[in-house]
């Protein structure tokens, strides 16, 4: 198949809390060059994945590649970090005599979803830039130290799902850690959610209370069980089935019986697709866990238009 020639454009975006966005393929080898891990599909480091995975993550046979991007975090004088992310390039493999028409209409859909996945690498500071804001008037041009990367956990025909691990802090004061997952629709170029996933979220809580999700080890440290978790939590389990009804966020309104505002938003869950496994992240004030479980454990609570379009895999 011959590839086609593409003319790239530098782009730069203004984001949230000093995030400056840019993309050009001469910078793109300067940062790559200076990171330890150069393989777009994994920049996170954790051997267990790579020890456990029942399938490595590769685009040989898909009908698009996934190449690395970044933007840069920090402005007017502060620090400035590179923040990774994936991009999804469909265009380098078409066909040289692909219409004109075909070719722009993939270069819009690759753009829409390497939106998606960037706006994953945003969310955790987002939140933390929200939060902070709210409840100690932190100027939004304070000086932080972010850092941020991922692993691309399945890419296949109809799915791209991604784990971003990310800290955050003042400088002078301890890391935030945190992170996220991103699931995208190819087909469609939207964002998946765990509430059209999952058709008992109370089935789904007693899985993870009864420990029927296996710890993911956090780099060398051991994760507890999840039961051991909840012990040190000042959650209800009434309030925890909102939250995950809630798209995994405890949701503060302002004061007012009328026309309340949501005032910020606080991740406590979060989700990915790893090979055949649901991953549940758990986050907390000082970190994040990670719990696993088949998803032939828990097809029984998967909406089975959601598993038809984006779980089973057809050869």
Known sequence: MKRVSVLLITACVVMPFSITGCNSQQQQNVIESEIQNDNPLDTLNMPYFSQTESKAVSTENLNYNIQKGYYLVGADGNNTTEVYYPQIDSVSILPEDTQQE????QINSD???????REGSTNFFAEQNAVSTATEGESKREPKVITSYYRVQTAN??????LYEESISTLGSALNYGAVGTTISLAENRLLQLNEMITDFDALLTLLETDQFTPIPYYEKETPYFSEVLENTNYMRDEILEILKNNNRRTFFTEGEEEAEIL????????????NKLVMLYIDDKGYYQY???????????????????IEQTE
């Not at 075909?102 to 209409?105: D, G, N, R, S, V």
């Not at 025909?157 to 991604?162: A, G, L």
């Not at 696993?292 to 984006?310: A, G, P, R, V």
Request: aromatic share 16%; glycine share 0%.
């Open 102 to 105: 075909i070719l722009l209409e």
């Open 111 to 117: 753009i829409a979803k390497t939106v998606l996945l």
């Open 157 to 162: 025909q109809k799915i791209v799902s991604v």
């Open 264 to 275: 910020w938003e606080k991740r406590v869950f979060d989700w990915y697709l790893w090979d």
């Open 292 to 310: 696993s479980i088949e998803l032939e454990k828990i097809k029984n609570i998967i909406d089975d238009t959601f598993y038809q379009n984006y």
